[in-house]
């Protein structure tokens, strides 16, 4: 894959990285969930060749995402060699009746960092049980909230922040919504059927997704309009959160948390 940007290098090595960990069979069907900007799908269409296919799909619309949209980034990897074994399907709701695919349809469902965006856990537990029959294997990847290191805590506070404004009913349309433990996403998956192979730790060093993590958070906290609705006691919790974060993190350099996979099936 030939890829330019130093962030887009950094960003896309880690995906690598993590992929390599699924063990992909070459010629596989792919289902992606929480496509994005397709920056897994792109290495998910590396390991699977030319005989392999990923669709990649999204809740979100054409014209999400910055700076990139999902839709710019869509056509950009069209265009791409990856582009024949790709299929993008944005504004499509897997839970949704009428999105539908036979029993065993895909080798693999993937789920790579998106699901602390899902808008409640019963969403991602609902997600989890749809998808169970059309796919053999589950490979999920997210943050892992148990902060190893001090300077991992201003990206922990900034995911957590975002948490509990979303958790009080004061929605927004994008990022962090619904940041959980590990612990909470073993326990859904055993409910709704998938049965765990494999967990390992990837490497998060040198990921800038802090830094953009903890300016969302920071823009968040000086919209009055967001904030203005919250239950007092909870603005004031979130207040004080937010002067610790202001503290706590550098302008940039930021350390990562730590991210997890597991493999199900
Ligand atoms: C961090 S981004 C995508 C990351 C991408 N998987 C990657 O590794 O490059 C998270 C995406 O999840 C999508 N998303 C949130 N809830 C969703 C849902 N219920 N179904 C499908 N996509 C969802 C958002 O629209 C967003 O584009």
């Known amino acids: 894959m030939a890829v ?15 992929v390599d960990g699924w063990g992909l069979t070459p010629g596989a069907q792919v289902l992606e969930v929480g496509c994005g900007q397709g920056d897994m799908t792109a290495a998910l269409a590396d390991a699977v060749g030319p005989e392999g296919h990923v669709l990649g799909v999204d809740i979100a619309s054409p014209g999400y995402g910055a700076p990139v949209t999902l839709g710019q980034s869509a056509a950009h990897l069209a265009a791409t060699p990856l582009g024949e074994r790709i299929e993008f399907r944005f504004e499509c709701d897997i839970l949704d009746r009428a999105t539908s695919f036979p029993a065993a349809a895909f080798d693999d469902v993937v789920l790579s960092q998106c699901s602390w965006y899902f808008a409640s856990l019963g969403q991602l537990r609902q997600t989890l049980a749809r998808v169970r029959p059309w796919a053999r294997r589950l490979r999920f990847a997210e943050w892992d909230l148990t902060a190893s290191s ?13 948490g509990q404004i979303e958790a009080s009913g004061c929605h927004g349309d994008g990022n962090v919504r619904t940041p959980f433990s590990r612990q909470a996403l073993l326990d859904i998956l055993a ?11 990837v490497d998060t060093a040198g990921l800038q997704d802090a830094d953009w993590e903890i300016d969302t958070c920071l823009q968040l906290l000086a919209d009055d309009s967001r904030l203005a609705v919250l239950p007092p006691a909870l603005a004031d919790l979130i207040a004080c959160q937010g002067d610790l974060l ?12 730590p991210c997890y996979s597991v493999t199900a099936h």
Do not use: K
């Open 4 to 18: 330019q940007s130093p962030v887009q290098l950094i960003q896309t090595r880690f995906r690598l990285d993590l």
């Open 150 to 162: 001090p300077r991992q805590l201003p990206h922990l506070l900034a995911v957590l922040i975002q």
């Open 246 to 257: 202001r503290q706590t993190a550098r302008h940039f350099g930021n350390l990562p948390l």
């Open 191 to 201: 409910e709704t059927g998938w049965q765990i192979d494999g967990q390992r730790m």
